[in-house]
């Protein structure tokens, strides 16, 4: 039995386990990698204290720091998926079979990426359709490719495929993309790019390998066809919080409500910090502070 | 000592925790960097009907993405 069980290992759930061991709070930490989201990042350079890191090197330098710790179970390769409360303590069991017991929660699970929802995207799923461009790019040479979404994740990924493919087609739902203009105007400068603003993705095309996507323009109301070999899928995420909705309120966007000052949820005994929770802005350097906040409050709450 | 053929992309994260895993448990391999290695893209496709890195080859077993139980299974780890 643990005092407090932390999910997540991305800078929120690192953030938690260093400042918990370092309070002596007996705790087990459960994730399936180091690194959380920016894992596949070619260049992060906004966590602070490091001019640039890329997203691998960042999650082995939270891996060691979290690792250094004396007396923190870790359990890696593993993932949470369902937790009991008995009133006393939590009951986790995780996806290899093993059973956690703990009396507080502290849920730094994430996000994950929001799918299309269109037919078309889970059938040619890989067979075209991707959504790691850092990994699938170079396999799009001299291709026709589709970004969509225009995101700061959009933005990027027409910044990586621009040295491979040959024709990128960028479509965004509004009026105009909304990722960093730094980023835009490098890739603008680019003519293999065609931006689309007001269209919405309908339909992915192909049988064997995606061969084209078919799309509305919503202000003339018109479908329309792109011959196209790739599409990526860049149009944000939703939070890991399935496993807990019976214990904590969720808004609508199925984020876990937190009490900002403490990051406590709305059960008296979970807390929860980062993409996975309702703050407003989601960065690597917020996660790991909030999660400070929340465990120095777990600490407040065991010393009373 | 099985046959193993990972076909990789130079920025691709699960492809360098593949690579790590093998290290790690002592697995060597054969490796084929296909953003540059046009035939071997298309062996990757062949094999694996898709275009997403990386494919895994383990005796003809064919793995797509760094599947971590399939591939200790596969390889017989622990």
Same mark, same amino acid.
């Not at chain 1, 290899?96 to 996000?111: H, R, V, W, Y």
């Not at chain 1, 959504?131 to 291709?143: E, I, R």
């Not at chain 1, 059960?267 to 703050?279: Q, T």
């Given at each position: ?105 502290? =849920? ?64 965004? @739902? ?12 490098? =890739? ?46 860049? =149009? ?32 008296? @005994? ?15 350097? =917020? ?18 | ?78």
């Amino acid at each position: 039995m643990f005092v407090l069980l932390i999910i997540g290992g991305g800078p929120g759930g690192v953030a938690a386990g260093v400042y918990a061991a370092r309070k002596k709070i007996k705790t087990a930490l459960v994730t399936d990698t180091f690194g959380g989201q920016s894992l596949v990042s070619t260049d992060v350079q906004n966590w602070v204290g490091t001019k640039s890191v890329s997203g691998f090197d960042l999650g082995k330098m939270l891996e060691e720091h979290l690792r250094a710790q004396e007396d923190i179970e870790i359990v890696d390769s593993d993932v949470v998926i369902s937790v009991k409360d008995d009133g006393e303590k939590f009951v986790a069991l995780t996806k290899n079979g093993k059973t956690l017991e703990a009396k507080f929660l502290f =849920i730094a699970s994430g996000s994950r990426r929001k799918k299309l929802n269109v037919p078309g995207e889970h059938e040619l799923d890989g067979k075209g359709v991707a959504y790691c461009s850092t990994c699938d790019a170079p396999l799009f040479k001299g291709k026709v490719v589709a970004v969509v979404g225009g995101g700061n994740a959009g933005l990027e990924a027409v910044g990586d495929l621009l040295p491979y493919a040959s024709k990128i087609y960028l479509l965004e @739902r509004g009026d105009h993309p909304k990722g960093d203009p730094v980023t835009l105007e490098r =890739i603008k400068k680019s003519e293999k790019l065609s931006i689309f603003t007001n269209v919405q993705t309908r339909e992915i095309l192909g049988d064997a390998f995606v061969k084209g996507l078919k799309y509305a323009d919503t202000k003339s109301g018109e479908t329309k066809e792109l011959a196209v070999e790739g599409v990526f899928v860049e =149009i944000g995420a939703v939070p890991n919080s399935e496993f807990v909705k019976e214990l904590v309120e969720l808004n609508k966007f199925g984020e876990i409500v937190v009490d900002h000052k403490t990051q406590r949820t709305s059960h008296p @005994r979970i807390w929860a910090v980062g993409d996975v929770s309702d703050v407003l802005y989601k960065q690597n350097n =917020i996660s790991a502070g909030d999660a400070v906040k929340g465990i120095l409050n777990i600490y407040e709450e065991l010393s009373r | 000592m099985s046959n193993i053929i990972i076909y990789s992309t130079p920025n691709c994260i699960y492809c360098k925790m593949a690579k790590e895993f093998f290290a790690k448990n002592s697995v060597t391999y054969k490796e084929f960097n296909v953003a540059d290695d046009e035939k071997a893209r298309e062996e990757m496709v062949a094999k694996s009907h898709q275009l997403g890195v990386p494919v895994i080859d383990v005796d003809g077993e064919i793995f797509v993405g760094f599947d971590r139980t399939g591939l200790a299974k596969a390889l017989k780890i622990q």
